[in-house]
């Protein structure tokens, strides 16, 4: 598919599917203590399904100061675990583990993830050092962790989007089908700078992201909730959802 004008403003795309999940929250990731929130963040998006539960989970921990791995203690797993059951979490005791095992382990690197992500030469080196932090900290955490941050950290420049995203992106014309994963995060901040659409580039993909699990991920256009809006429904794609 050729690279071309989306058919629709890109700042309605975010404004209708909503911001990143770091928004809604008020963090700001350019600043280490709330970087460290996010990764909490991280950790229950990556657990939970439903993103709106997730971020209850989190501002539920964040009433009860447990937002700081660097900061937390072996007599704070009991706290984080009672938070997250009192959330209905579905894996409260081993999240909790998760969270104090990595801020132990962070607090022995000097307590900042600026300082593990300027140790890295590249995302694999990078990854590596945050998947050491604690067992169960898997790729999908790592990469929710890492995409609002890469143009922060020039190692985690390489994430890809995620699937749906990338699906959204191919469908609404911001990437070719053949973009090369470790170059999508390039070619879509140039298309979002050629369409010149005052949009946040993480903003951008978690609406990307939203609007793939709803249609294009699956080759739904029927579901698309952007309506007659999708492109998807007016050319070869548009098949039956």
Request: glycine share 6%; aromatic share 4%.
């Amino acid at each position: 598919m050729a690279v071309t004008h989306a058919p629709l403003e890109l700042a309605a795309l975010v404004d209708q599917l909503g911001r990143h999940p770091a928004r809604a929250l008020q963090l700001d990731l350019r600043a280490p203590q709330d970087t460290e929130a996010w990764f909490v963040a991280a950790c229950l998006l990556a657990a939970r399904r439903d993103e709106a539960r997730a971020l209850a989970d989190f501002r539920a921990l964040a009433q009860a100061g447990l937002t700081q791995p660097s900061r937390l203690t072996s007599a704070d797993r009991a706290r984080l675990a009672a938070v997250l059951e009192a959330a209905r979490h579905p894996d409260a005791e081993a999240v909790a583990g998760r969270l104090v095992r990595a801020g132990a382990r962070l607090a022995e690197r000097g307590g900042s993830f600026e300082a593990l992500a300027a140790e890295a030469d590249d995302l694999e080196a990078l990854g590596a050092r945050l998947a050491r932090l604690a067992s169960g900290v898997g790729a999908a955490t790592l990469l929710r962790f890492l995409r609002p941050l890469r143009e922060r950290w020039p190692a985690a420049r390489e994430v890809p989007l995620s699937p749906a995203a990338r699906a959204a992106a191919r469908h609404l014309g911001l990437l070719r089908e053949s973009e090369d994963t470790q170059g999508e995060f390039a070619a879509l901040r140039a298309a979002l700078s050629r369409l010149g659409d005052p949009v946040a580039f993480a903003d951008l993909e978690a609406a990307l992201e939203r609007l793939g699990r709803h249609a294009c991920q699956r080759e739904r256009p029927a579901r698309c909730p952007l309506g007659a809006r999708c492109p998807a429904r007016h050319g070869p794609e548009a098949a039956p959802g």
